[in-house]
């Protein structure tokens, strides 16, 4: 079996991010046609060369019927005959739910790690939010794998003329060190505390910067930005950017990120949003090896 036929098939949502790593990686692109019956049930069809590779894409922000959708998309290629079946998530959901932090909840991690895991031979994503957790393939054990944002992300941080990197909090971390590390800049992290769904407080160690840029994984309601914004103003820094690997921004988020002092908000484009300014297909193409 050669890998020549292996495609890259794509749901219309992450269209611009397959066809970008399906260029990189020097494969076809083809479309996954999604079918919406009036009682909100899906009917997806693919078109996959019996015995080739397939790789399907797409990022699972607003996630639960995405999910569905993917799962019924590799089932799919299986039929048709695909040999293997690789599911890049740019972005992927559920990550957060990590523990049970509360009696009768779920580790939604877990649960939907072995969704994936069963359903896929490998699992590609960009930045998973892994906190209790060192690898990905913990969560999804066939195959999962946590691509590093931090080369794509330290390239864009060099050209902002920024002299330090700022992170919310622990979970920040490891990313905020990659990235200094990768930029050549110094970084910092702060202490976090979730009060509600949107609304944190936080607090940063003594530091002395001129422009500062944040970084996190992702963005939400942006009460996180916001709150780290507002924290570096108080410590005396007069320029301040923003940059998140996945852009989920509710609504008023980057309002409310602007208005606590942000400049600039950068995201890479794991999820299609304007802000989106760093490209990361390449490093996914890196993963998936040549043709
Ligand atoms: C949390 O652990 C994540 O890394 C982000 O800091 C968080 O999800 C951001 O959410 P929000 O924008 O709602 O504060």
């Keep these: 079996?050669?890998?020549?036929?292996?495609?890259?098939?794509?749901?219309?949502?992450?269209?611009?991010?397959?066809?970008d790593l399906a260029r990189t990686a020097g494969r076809g692109c083809v479309p996954v046609r999604v079918h919406r019956f009036p009682d909100g049930e899906s009917l997806v069809r693919v078109a996959t060369p019996p015995g080739a590779d397939a790789i399907l894409v797409r990022a699972l922000h607003d996630p639960n019927a995405k999910l569905v959708e993917v799962l019924l998309a590799g089932?799919?290629?299986?039929?048709?005959?695909?040999?293997?079946?690789?599911?890049?998530?740019?972005?992927?959901?559920?990550?957060?739910?990590?523990?049970?932090?509360?009696?009768?909840?779920?580790?939604?991690?877990?649960?939907?790690?072995?969704?994936?895991?069963?359903?896929?031979?490998?699992?590609?994503?960009?930045?998973?939010?892994?906190?209790?957790?060192?690898?990905?393939?913990?969560?999804v054990h066939a195959g999962g794998e946590s691509i590093?944002?931090?080369?794509?992300?330290?390239?864009?941080?060099?050209?902002t003329g920024a002299d330090l990197v700022v992170g919310p909090d622990v979970e920040s971390a490891p990313f905020v060190r990659a990235v200094a590390r990768a930029a050549g800049l110094p970084g910092v992290v702060g202490r976090k505390d979730r009060l509600g769904d949107a609304r944190v407080r936080l607090r940063l160690p003594a530091l002395a910067a001129r422009h500062a840029v944040i970084?996190?994984?992702?963005?939400?309601?942006?009460?996180?930005?916001?709150?780290?914004?507002?924290?570096?103003?108080?410590?005396?820094?007069?320029?301040?950017?923003?940059?998140?690997?996945?852009?989920?921004?509710?609504?008023?988020?980057?309002?409310?990120?602007?208005?606590?002092?942000?400049?600039?908000?950068?995201?890479?484009?794991?999820?299609?949003?304007?802000?989106?300014?760093?490209?990361?297909?390449?490093?996914?193409?890196?993963?998936?090896?040549?043709r």
Excluded at 107 to 126: E, K, M, P, Y
């Design 148 to 159: 590093s944002a931090a080369p794509a992300v330290a390239a864009w941080a060099r050209t």
């Design 1 to 19: 079996m050669t890998r020549s036929g292996t495609r890259v098939h794509a749901f219309a949502d992450s269209a611009r991010f397959a066809r």
């Design 215 to 290: 970084l996190d994984d992702i963005a939400a309601s942006g009460g996180t930005l916001a709150a780290t914004a507002l924290a570096l103003r108080r410590a005396g820094v007069r320029r301040i950017d923003a940059l998140v690997v996945h852009a989920i921004f509710a609504r008023g988020a980057t309002a409310r990120i602007r208005a606590a002092g942000v400049r600039r908000i950068v995201s890479c484009d794991t999820i299609p949003h304007p802000t989106n300014g760093v490209r990361v297909a390449p490093l996914v193409a890196a993963v998936l090896g040549g």
């Design 75 to 139: 089932d799919a290629l299986r039929r048709a005959g695909a040999r293997r079946v690789t599911l890049v998530a740019p972005y992927l959901p559920y990550m957060r739910q990590d523990a049970v932090f509360r009696p009768g909840e779920p580790v939604s991690q877990r649960a939907v790690g072995r969704l994936l895991g069963g359903a896929f031979d490998r699992v590609l994503t960009v930045e998973a939010h892994l906190h209790r957790i060192r690898r990905l393939s913990e969560a």
